[in-house]
């Protein structure tokens, strides 16, 4: 796992830059807190921070959904509120919207002029549609042109801040080797004496992974998340109704931590002495499993409180959020033509 550095800088300007982005999925989960949101926030205050809604890459593979089109502006401002009820500061980040950055599409066709099909065609995510294509008698996502140039696409959302950090899961690392790639062979062809474009490195999340209420991972596809701002009878009531060990069919079994799927959570989310009290608990039949859930539901319900709070105030004033968007897709623009100049006269389009 990859490291933060730790640098002290004197001003914004002078911190390491890091990118990250999300799919308008609408409202989170705890899934998307733990596995990058809770990331952000910390990241935020020791780099500088650009986080978008990447709505141009959730129509790769989802373009034929007219539920999803119609729904899109909803969920990207759903998804920004529960950024900022986390603790993104749009002081501290820069926040906003892709497909407002016409930028980030013309450095990916310049990007495209340079780049070897191949390497898009070897990203694990591609080979596996294509296979399940072929498996398939109709037509799948795997065939579009905009599938296979995502990760090019990605490359240039990166690309054009200069970011030195990607916060990514260990399956993203990919798409971070195939922008170092792409970085490389532009400086190579276009700027050998002084490269343009730098190579960033990958932060891998400390948790990649949050299980569902089913054990599987949380996703809203697979019906098993805690919404960010699931109400605390709804939390409970989830929580309350999630399996446990399989091999505990009754109060008087004893039970295994480590074949309940309510366990990972207990291990993110409760403390030392709570996690022993409920493994000692479970193995010896001394509590039953709606005892071993309720300290976890209070866990749960306390880390949400301040999530709801803040959320409802921008709820109240829908324009406060948008002038956030629109003032951080404005900074942004400053930076990526920036960024974009530079390519242009390296390839001689500056005329």
């Keep these: 796992m990859s490291s933060l550095p730790t640098p002290e800088p004197t001003s914004a300007a002078a911190r390491p830059r890091v990118l990250s982005g999300m799919r308008p999925t609408g409202a989170l989960h705890l899934g998307h807190y733990h596995g990058a949101l809770k990331n952000w926030v910390r990241l935020q205050s020791t780099h500088d921070c650009f986080f978008f809604v990447a709505d141009w890459h959730a129509l790769t593979t989802q373009y034929q959904d007219r539920q999803n089109r119609n729904s899109i502006e909803r969920n990207v ?7 900022l009820a986390a603790g993104i500061d749009p002081e501290k980040a820069t926040l906003f919207i892709q497909s407002r950055m016409p930028e980030h599409a013309e450095l990916f066709t310049l990007l495209a002029m340079s780049t070897p099909t191949s390497w898009l065609e070897r990203i694990p995510s591609y080979k596996d549609a294509v296979e399940k294509q072929r498996a398939s008698s109709t037509p799948g996502d795997g065939a579009t042109y905009g599938f296979l140039g995502y990760p090019l696409l990605q490359a240039a959302d990166i690309l054009i801040y200069k970011a030195g950090f990607v916060p990514v899961g260990e399956d993203q690392t990919a798409h971070v080797e195939v922008t170092r790639e792409v970085a490389r062979r532009f400086n190579r062809i276009y700027s050998p004496d002084a490269p343009i474009l730098p190579e960033p490195q990958e932060l891998l999340t400390e948790t990649a992974r949050l299980p569902g209420l089913d054990g599987q991972k949380m996703s809203k596809s697979y019906n098993n998340s805690v919404a960010m701002r699931d109400a605390p009878e709804v939390v409970d009531e989830k929580i ?32 030392e002495s709570t996690r022993t009290w409920a493994a000692e608990g479970c193995r010896s039949a001394s509590i039953g499993c709606l005892d071993c859930k309720k300290p976890l539901i209070e866990a749960i319900q306390k880390e949400q409180a301040p999530w709801r709070e803040r959320a409802n105030e921008y709820l109240a004033n829908p324009k406060q959020v948008q002038w956030i968007v ?13 960024t974009l100049r530079e390519v242009r006269t390296a390839m001689g389009l500056a005329y």
Excluded at 77 to 83: E, G, I, T
Excluded at 326 to 338: L, N, P, Q, Y
Aim: proline letters at 10%.
């Design 77 to 83: 401002y759903d998804m920004v509120v529960d950024w």
């Design 240 to 271: 309350r109704t999630m399996p446990t060990d399989p091999q505990r069919v009754r109060r008087s079994d004893a039970g295994e931590p480590s074949r309940c799927p309510v366990w990972p959570l207990h291990q993110l989310y409760c403390d």
């Design 326 to 338: 629109e003032v951080g897709t404005e900074r942004a623009r400053a930076v990526a033509r920036k």
